[in-house]
């Protein structure tokens, strides 16, 4: 027996897919890229994380840091628990983002993953998925004693993502469905965005 759970007009609803590791991976170390990784460190510059949020994430409606408030969002980037990190190019402009959480005690959870449209496809995720996995486990620059790492996807996400996620050793754990705000009817980002999802 199925149910059907209606979703009203001006919002959305995903398939949240959460996936966990439970130790290191067997990596030597980070892919080859002609991206370096840089981290923002507190008091991160929220114009400018904002602007390559949704540069990353307007494909696929990204929304949890837009609809943040500036106080809220500071609280979180500036965090002792949270740690920036960007993939940028040889001539500075950012391309990517690494966002990793510390805040339950012994684990760490890659809170925001992503590149720029143009970016996938040529070994660039698997590089910065790399680096999250060796600054994940190291417990970051505090270097905390980590037991468990996790990340979860959605079926709006990139179609790759869990299948990419799965292959870097990751197993899912647990799946929820979500309703929340379009992002566009909010007016985060324009009507035509992702047209494969209809906003109602």
């Known amino acids: 027996m ?13 398939i949240v897919t959460s996936l966990e590791m439970l130790a290191p991976p067997p990596v030597a170390g980070p892919s080859k890229s002609a991206l370096r ?6 008091p ?3 114009d400018r ?14 929304r949890g840091r837009l609809v943040m408030a500036d106080g ?5 980037l500036d965090a002792d628990t949270t740690e920036v990190h960007v993939a940028t190019r040889r001539d500075g402009v950012a391309v990517g983002l690494l966002e990793l959480d510390f805040a339950v005690p012994g684990e760490f959870e890659i809170a925001y993953f992503g590149l720029v449209p143009g970016m996938t496809g040529n070994g660039h995720g698997a590089w ?12 970051g620059t505090a270097r905390r004693t980590i037991t468990r790492g996790w990340v979860h996807t959605c079926d709006l996400d990139h179609p790759a993502a869990l299948g990419f996620y799965q292959r870097e050793g990751f197993r899912p ?16 980002y324009p009507p035509e965005t992702a047209p494969r999802v209809p906003l109602l």
């Open 72 to 76: 809220v969002l500071a609280a979180v």
């Open 2 to 14: 199925s149910t059907l759970i209606p979703v009203a007009p001006g919002q959305v609803a995903t």
């Open 49 to 62: 994380y904002r602007a390559l949020f949704r540069q990353i994430g307007q494909d696929w409606l990204w």
């Open 44 to 46: 991160v510059d929220r």
């Open 173 to 188: 754990f647990a799946r929820a469905v979500e309703i929340y705000e379009d992002p566009r009817a909010a007016g985060l």
């Open 128 to 139: 910065l998925m790399a680096h999250a996995l060796r600054l994940g486990w190291s417990g």
């Open 37 to 42: 990784l840089e981290r923002w460190p507190a």
